[in-house]
């Protein structure tokens, strides 16, 4: 049953991937990076400054159960960093050859223009409800663009298919790898750590968006420096071969017939990898993280939108980028590159254990074991719980507060149930409501533009928030 229902998935992922995805995302990125007249390349300073400017390690409580400027950022980023830094862009390389991370790249720059457009939508549309509190998201933004049923009808879409892709298969996903890697570092069985995560998520879960916002700004910076370190230790310790890296990813994001050790990566398969895994790596037109942006206290949603260009650049340009270098440079290039079979199923190589063996290379094998089991624990931990928040959102949007604790204890089941099941079907489970998010989601963005475009063009001048 498993593996009729994984076919299945599969076929159907394959059409969404292969056309759906691809045009959708790269034409919504390309149109709104024209509309804010390139507002990804403008304000990249900008992002920067307003980011480190706001860092702060304990922001504290926030009224009506918002939170402050960076821990609306710091827990879009414990979202957008997860498996797919690490095992999604493995996978990427395995399937869809190097050159698939080259368009992760073009997926990731586009992406920062929706982005944008999605965090200060999120902030324009947003409500507060009779006691104050904030709720937002692509839900309120698409009952904004479409009115009547039409717009009911793509916001109960969107809303649950998020439920089904991160409240539910999207954690089944983070669960997964934290349990596989454990288990290859220290020989832990999967369920019992499905049942330490079940029991570490449910306290947080409890404790609401204060604590949820208390532990991702503590988090994620720790996390993303530590995964940094570790891959620039390995990437200098193989710096000749460096060059090499990125002439593979170059050469084989244009070659529709590119071949290593007898396997041919067609150029549609290393655009569906480089747009599948841009997607549910950044999560830029998934319309996922515009939750979290939604809760920010600022006083103009361009301050918001442009700590979304951050967060992309964060997350892709330079984690993902640290993984593919660390994967290519060990496995791919020099006398280490895997030329009987580039798809690594000889070397005993899958997208879950890759990047422990690119990491043992320096660390020993059981130091890279452990290096990437401890990362991706705080990767996909951080993940499951921003992803969570977004799904909690939309159960409340669609059936009200006292739904939110009911779906919380299912929750934890399919946590628990992602630590025991074949990580193929529960990643193409992940990736179908992952794609289906974004069709109304787009459609919505684009629906909007003239909002976004004033917003971007006048650097948020005469768009300051009524309810600030």
Same mark, same amino acid.
């Given at each position: 049953m498993e593996q009729a229902l994984l076919t299945v998935t599969q076929t159907i992922n394959s059409y969404l991937s292969n056309y759906v995805l691809i045009f959708l995302l790269i034409g919504t990125g390309l149109f709104f990076t024209i509309r804010t007249n390139f507002v990804q390349v403008r304000c990249f300073g900008e992002a920067f400054r307003k980011l480190f400017g706001g860092f702060s390690l304990n922001g504290g409580k926030q009224k009506n159960g918002g939170m402050s400027s960076f821990q609306a950022v710091a827990t879009a980023i414990a979202a957008q960093v997860g498996t797919g830094n690490i095992?999604? %862009?493995? *996978? !990427? +390389?395995?399937? =869809?050859?190097?050159?698939? #991370?080259?368009?992760?790249?073009?997926i990731a $720059?586009?992406?920062?223009?929706?982005?944008?457009?999605?965090?200060?939508?999120?902030?324009?549309?947003?409500?507060?409800? %009779?006691? *104050? !509190? +904030?709720?937002? =998201?692509?839900?309120?933004? #698409?009952?904004?663009?479409?009115?009547?049923? $039409?717009?009911?009808?793509?916001?109960?879409?969107?809303?649950v298919a998020i439920i089904l892709a991160l409240g539910f298969m999207g954690c089944m996903v983070q669960s997964n790898s934290i349990a596989e890697t454990m288990s290859t570092a220290f020989g832990v069985p999967g369920w019992t750590v499905g049942i330490v995560v079940v029991l570490v998520a449910g306290f947080i879960f409890l404790g609401g968006v204060d604590r949820l916002a208390s532990v991702t700004e503590k988090v994620v910076p720790g996390m993303a420096l530590l995964y940094i370190v570790g891959s620039l230790a390995v990437i200098i310790a193989n710096a000749p071969r460096v060059p090499e890296a990125f002439g593979l990813i170059l050469r084989f994001a244009f070659?529709?017939?590119?071949?290593?050790?007898?396997?041919?990566?067609?150029?549609?398969?290393?655009?569906?990898?480089?747009?599948?895994?841009?997607?549910?790596?950044?999560?830029?037109?998934?319309?996922s993280t515009p939750h979290a942006h939604a809760l920010a206290h600022v006083k103009n949603p361009h301050?918001?939108?442009?700590?979304?260009?951050?967060?992309?650049?964060?997350?892709?340009?330079?984690?993902?980028?640290?993984?593919?270098?660390?994967?290519?440079?060990t496995l791919y290039t020099g006398e280490g590159a895997m030329t009987v079979d580039?798809?690594?199923?000889?070397?005993g190589l899958t997208k879950t254990n890759m990047a422990q063996v690119a990491f043992g290379t320096l660390f020993g094998e059981a130091g890279g074991n452990i290096f990437v089991a401890i990362c991706l624990l705080f990767f996909a931990f951080s993940t499951i719980l921003g992803w969570n928040l977004f799904a909690k959102t939309n159960v409340d949007y669609l059936f009200g507060k006292k739904a939110v604790?009911?779906?919380?204890?299912i929750a934890l089941v399919f946590l628990f149930l992602g630590s025991t099941l074949s990580n193929d079907l529960v990643w193409e489970l992940a990736d179908l409501f992952n794609q289906l998010m974004v069709i109304p989601n787009c459609i919505a963005l684009i629906a909007l533009n003239r909002a976004v475009a004033k917003c971007a063009r006048a650097r948020g001048k005469g768009c300051e928030l009524k309810d600030a």
């Open positions: 095992v999604g %862009a493995c *996978g !990427a +390389i395995l399937i =869809g050859g190097p050159g698939a #991370i080259f368009w992760m790249w073009v $720059f586009l992406g920062m223009a929706t982005y944008y457009a999605e965090a200060v939508l999120a902030l324009e549309t947003r409500v507060r409800d %009779a006691e *104050g !509190a +904030i709720h937002g =998201g692509p839900a309120y933004y #698409i009952t904004t663009a479409f009115k009547g049923v $039409f717009g009911k009808f793509l916001a109960g879409f969107f809303a070659d529709p017939q590119a071949q290593m050790g007898g396997v041919t990566f067609g150029l549609i398969a290393t655009l569906s990898q480089g747009a599948k895994r841009g997607l549910f790596s950044n999560e830029a037109g998934m319309g301050d918001q939108g442009v700590l979304g260009i951050a967060a992309v650049f964060i997350d892709t340009m330079v984690v993902v980028t640290c993984t593919a270098l660390v994967v290519l440079v580039a798809t690594g199923v000889a070397a604790p009911v779906f919380s204890c």
